[in-house]
Structure formats: structure tokens, C-alpha cells
């Protein structure tokens, strides 16, 4: 299926994680976060792996004592994609985690201290071409901008350009900036000043978005809306669930929003009309298609033959129910007429036919 409209994205700078190009003239990167406790390197080996198949890009570890920041020397070697250590006030574990080989880090200079210990990690950042995040939200303003400006966007975008300044003073730019709140509202409106204010690549998320209905209702809204303006960069789905969820459902913002290509299934919401159970066979062609997620195709599932085969003629494949029988067919065009029980069946053979 083409895709009619393309998005044209905010211009930004363009900086490398790892191997990978961030910035506005690069694909849209999806990350998470392991929720295991990073020095039990087994466990977090094991959930980077079900992260990356899932379709994780970049992955992210809580870096809290020396016992995380050691064993980020293993999971480095262990693993192709690249790490990010998230580090608050410790400016050793910042160091500790570069020297370990991970690929980025997620750090406010201003929670750090002293200039000296800034400009440490900085070093050690040049020398390792090591980028950082700056990510403020909603609930870690600095102390002296919410006096001023409360809990605003224009809060939230101060107390990150203050944090780029730190840096930027120290002529450092391998910079990301986050500025997320757990409102949609709010995380839109921060968004969308600091895009203003900067050129440096946007990781957006929708911070603790809430359990996996509802957040994944949120950060649609929230990472949907702003992708949609062409604003972002990278992108974490925050979910109170699997990490796996998380870059499922990333997976599926841009898919919607044309950013990523890949299989499409299309179902009618079923009417008076359906005479099939349509809901489950929906299911089905989706458990099938499941491992085929790459393929670039899309699929729909219709209930009745008066509206289907018309509704969704943009797709590559699709069944339409009948009363008895269904319809397969192929871009608006019936191709045959079979059996209701083995319309998936006959909808795979063609789908899979050489
Ligand atoms: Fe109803 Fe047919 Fe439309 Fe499905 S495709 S909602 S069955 S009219």
C-alpha cells in the first residue's frame, strides 16, 4: 500500500548512538528500558534479547550503584544493539558506564554537582563519543524555574535548556533532549516550544503513561500527535507492563504514521450485516501474519461482501464476509468464492502464493 501523505520532519542535527544516526534525516528510532535490575546480567541479557526481537533499536539500563555500572562491561560485549546508561547525580557511575562501552547516556548535568565533576564527564564523553540525553519532565524541574514558571512547558523547556547550556558551555552538542510530563496536554505544549528553541534531535515519550490500556492510549495520543507535526526523533512508549509491549505498540504508532513499513491488517468494526464471526477471525489472520510483521502488505478483514471488498480496496489482500460463504480478494478485485471455515486458510494460500 503507498501511503499518500509523507510527514516532513522538524529539521534537527544529526547525531550517532552506537552505529545509529539519529536526527531528522534518519528513520525513526524506537527504545526501551529494561525493567531487570542491570547487574543481574542474565535476566537483562535475556529481556534485550526479547527487546530487540520485538523490533528495539536502542535499549536502555538504569545505572544506580557500581554493581550496575560493572556489569555493563558483559552486556556490552553481549549485545549488538546500542546501551544507554541512565544515570542520576553519580557523576563516577557516568564515567564507569562510558569506560563499560555503552553508547549513550541519560543524564541532567544539573543533577551532577560541581563543574568539575561535569566537566569529568564531558571528557570522558568527547573521548568516547559518547551522546547525551538531557530529559527534564514534568516532575524534575529545577527548583528556581518552578518558582518561576511552575509546572508549564515553559518550565519544563527552561530547565532542559538550561541543563544544553551546561554543556554547551563545555562544547559539547552530541546532545538529545527529552521533555516529557505525564499529562498529554502538557508533554504536546513542551514539545512544541522546545522545537522552537532547538535544533537538537527530540527523544519523545509520554512519561509514566500508566498501565498497558491506558498508556498505550496516552502515548498514542501524546508521540502520535507529535509525530504527526513532524516533530521526533526517537521514541518510548512508557508502559507499567513488558518492556516487549512497549516497542510493540512503538512499532505501531509508526506503522500508523507512515514512519515504518510493514504489515497492515484492516478490520471492519462488524454491523447488523455480518453474518461470520468476523472478531475471531480477525484475530486469527492476525496470529498468522504474526511472524510476517516486515512484509510490506496490507490486509483486511471485512465483514459482508456488499461493503467490504469497496471499503478496503487500497488493500494488497483481504476477506469479505458472506452468509455461508466468504470472498477472497485482491486490491477491490474478488478472486474467488469459498467456505466461511476456510476463508483464512484460502486467504493465506493467497497471501503466500508464489
Ligand atoms: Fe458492516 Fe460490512 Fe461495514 Fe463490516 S464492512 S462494518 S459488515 S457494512
Not at 534537527?12 to 536526527?23: V, W
Not at 528495539?56 to 557500581?66: G, Q, S
Not at 533532549?177 to 535544533?199: E, F, G
Not at 464476509?321 to 484460502?346: H, M, N, Q, S, Y
Request: aromatic share 4%.
Amino acid at each position: 500500500m503507498n501511503f499518500p501523505q509523507t510527514i516532513s520532519r522538524r529539521h534537527t542535527k544529526t547525531i550517532s548512538i552506537g552505529d545509529i544516526k539519529i536526527g531528522s534525516e534518519y528513520p525513526i528510532i524506537i527504545q526501551s528500558m529494561c525493567n531487570t535490575k542491570t547487574q543481574d546480567t542474565k535476566s537483562t541479557l535475556n529481556q534485550i534479547h526479547d527487546l530487540i526481537q520485538a523490533g528495539c533499536e536502542i535499549v536502555r539500563l538504569a545505572v544506580p550503584d557500581l554493581e550496575s555500572a560493572n556489569a555493563l562491561k558483559i552486556i556490552t560485549k553481549e549485545v549488538k544493539i546500542p546501551i544507554i546508561a541512565d544515570i542520576h547525580f553519580d557523576y563516577k557511575l557516568a564515567i564507569e558506564s562510558i569506560k563499560n562501552g555503552v553508547q549513550g547516556l541519560r543524564l541532567n548535568p544539573g543533577n551532577i554537582g560541581s563543574s568539575q565533576k561535569i566537566k569529568k564527564v564531558i571528557e570522558y564523553a568527547k573521548d568516547y563519543n559518547t551522546p547525551i540525553r538531557i530529559g527534564v519532565n514534568s516532575g524534575s524541574i529545577a527548583k528556581h524555574i518552578l518558582s518561576k514558571y511552575g509546572v508549564s512547558a515553559e518550565g519544563i523547556v527552561e530547565s532542559a535548556l538550561e541543563n544544553v547550556r551546561i554543556l554547551e558551555d563545555n562544547d559539547f552538542d552530541q546532545i538529545k533532549i527529552s521533555v516529557k510530563a505525564s499529562s498529554v496536554p502538557l508533554t504536546i505544549a513542551a514539545y512544541r516550544l522546545i522545537a522552537q528553541k532547538t535544533q537538537y534531535p527530540l527523544h519523545l515519550g509520554v512519561t509514566e503513561s500508566g498501565t498497558e490500556f491506558i498508556g498505550t492510549i496516552k502515548s498514542s495520543i501524546g508521540i502520535g500527535s507529535l509525530l504527526a507535526e513532524g516533530i521526533g526523533d526517537t521514541i518510548r512508549v512508557s508502559l507499567t507492563d513488558d518492556p516487549v509491549r512497549e516497542v510493540l505498540v512503538a512499532k505501531e504508532i509508526l506503522k500508523a504514521l507512515g514512519h515504518k513499513k510493514g504489515l497492515q491488517i484492516i478490520s471492519c468494526p462488524t454491523c447488523g450485516r455480518t453474518n461470520i464471526p468476523l472478531i475471531e477471525l480477525a484475530k486469527q489472520v492476525e496470529d498468522r501474519l504474526k511472524p510476517y510483521e516486515n512484509k510490506e502488505i496490507t490486509v483486511a478483514v471485512m465483514g459482508c461482501e456488499v461493503n467490504g471488498p469497496g471499503e478496503a480496496k487500497e488493500a494488497d489482500f483481504g476477506i469479505a464476509g458472506g452468509k455461508e460463504e466468504g470472498l477472497i480478494f485482491k486490491k477491490g478485485v474478488v478472486v474467488k468464492k469459498v467456505p466461511a471455515d476456510k476463508l483464512v486458510d484460502c486467504l493465506m494460500e493467497e497471501i503466500f502464493r508464489k
